[in-house]
């Protein structure tokens, strides 16, 4: 079973993962993603690629599962701009 730690690191994972949901929705609902900055999200992107890796090498899944949900997360704003700047 989980920890009290590995449950607050859960919790704190959701947080953080869901909370670009809206960002995604108004992507899709606008259409457009002129605003979105290609900087912050491949920054970002690379965070969660070294969250994962560090997560892996501690053994927290909580740290894994919450930052390879994100990074899906935060790839598809990317593909998204993408997709709306070229049309």
């Known amino acids: 079973m989980f920890d009290t ?3 607050l690191g ?12 809206p960002q995604i929705q108004k992507i899709i ?4 993603a002129k605003d979105i900055s290609y900087i912050m999200y491949f ?3 690379t965070g969660f690629v070294l969250w ?3 997560g892996a090498l ?5 740290l894994v ?8 997360l935060q790839g598809t704003v990317i593909i ?4 709306w700047e070229r049309k």
């Not at 501690?58 to 909580?62: D, E, F, L, N, P």
């Open 80 to 83: 998204l701009k993408y997709h």
């Open 65 to 72: 599962a919450a930052n390879a949900i994100t990074l899906l």
């Open 29 to 32: 609902a606008s259409k457009s």
């Open 5 to 7: 730690l590995e449950i």
């Open 43 to 45: 920054t970002n992107c």
């Open 10 to 21: 859960l919790t704190a994972g959701a947080c953080t993962t869901f909370s670009v949901i």
């Open 52 to 54: 994962i890796t560090y």
């Open 58 to 62: 501690k053994g927290s899944m909580s």
